[in-house]
């Protein structure tokens, strides 16, 4: 090496040393018998991080639709406990390609994640290679402790760190199981129906586009209304394009059929999405028939205009031939939409004015005109609530406990 060529190597050498004096000490600490990791980021302040949360392995009690004799062979889930182990949606060498909105890699596993699916690491704002927290959108000042990935510079605030965590798509129940209907109701803590005053069941409908179901739209909306004092179940219907929308819509009337049979409360419904879509649909086609409508519903920005399902690329299926079932969605659009068969029972309709996907103007628009038109009872909770998916999120959750209870015969929660 020439003379200058060694100049400029030690150069960096001692740049990089200095940078590394002058950036504050990370230490990690193992508490005995604990599953998390605290560190601890020595400076002038003192701050702990959360690198693993408390994960959901998935255990559920899972109550079938369908007798056994009448599933294949093949589709009987193995259990193993209270885990639940079946055939996955989807096989497993294409799970790196699934759409991001269904791996979740920032809401799954024990380990913080960002939303392309990059380990978080301990690191401090320096006001230029991280923006605000994917989270709260809370821009931390320089100097203040996160969690962050150098690849895409995706970055969480301290306080966001921590949480229950969605399961892995190998213990996802919401992932297996495609040919068996059923009813999933978590193991949580549950505030007791005769505390609560609240008699009935409430049945979730994640939403997916009909093709998967959103995690964070089954079991943490279950939790919620656990807590809260309602038997919640989350309903795993079948999907596209192995089974059409009369498949996915008698599931549901199925679960109905067999809530109030098994419990003397009333039933309402929940639905996400695609979810709210086929609660809508429901009480369409019960009406049709000549049968009992639910007893509530509450639709969270529900696909009721289903015209990008039939659009050539605004259909948003990630496997192309879903496209071939697509036209089951359209039955009774006409009626969903405020036209002659129009029905439903008293609803909570939420809708996001920043929504993408299903924005307020084209689904909960005309559904809450349909609704003061036909003068059933309801409550359009509408504004700035977030982009597509915000699930618990948008502040609506709080309001819709307060309408609901009362339909139950309950009272406030202590």
Known sequence: FGSSALFRLSFRLNAKASRLASRPRVMGKLAKGSKR????????FTKRLVLRGSPDSGKCRLISLRPAASRPAASRPAVSGKRLRSEPLVGKRWWTDLPNWIALHADRGPRRKCWEGHCLMPDVHDGRRYSSCARCCWTPSTGTPLMGCRTCRWSLCVECTGGQRLPMLRD??????????????PFSKAVSSTKSGCRGSVIICPGG??????ANEGMPVAEWLAGQGFDAFVLRYRLLPRYSFEDASADLEAAVKL????SRG???AIGFSAGGHLVASHAIAARSKGKRLL???VLVY???????????????????????????????????LGGRGFAAPPTFLVASTTDSVCPANVNGDPYAKALKRRRVPHVYYRGSLGDHGFALGGGWTAPCTQWLKPRFGGGAVA
């Open 172 to 185: 996802d129940p919401l992932f297996q199981g495609p040919h068996m209907p059923c009813l999933l109701k």
């Open 259 to 262: 809530l109030r049979r098994l």
């Open 295 to 297: 007893d509530a519903q």
């Open 37 to 44: 990791k605290r560190l601890v980021i020595r400076g002038t």
């Open 266 to 268: 009333k039933v309402a």
């Open 209 to 214: 586009n009909y093709e998967f179901l959103c």
């Open 302 to 336: 529900p696909a009721i205009d289903g015209a990008d399902w039939m659009h050539p690329w605004k259909h948003g299926f990630w496997d192309p031939v879903c496209t071939n079932q697509a036209e089951t969605l359209m039955e009774g659009q006409d009626a969903l």
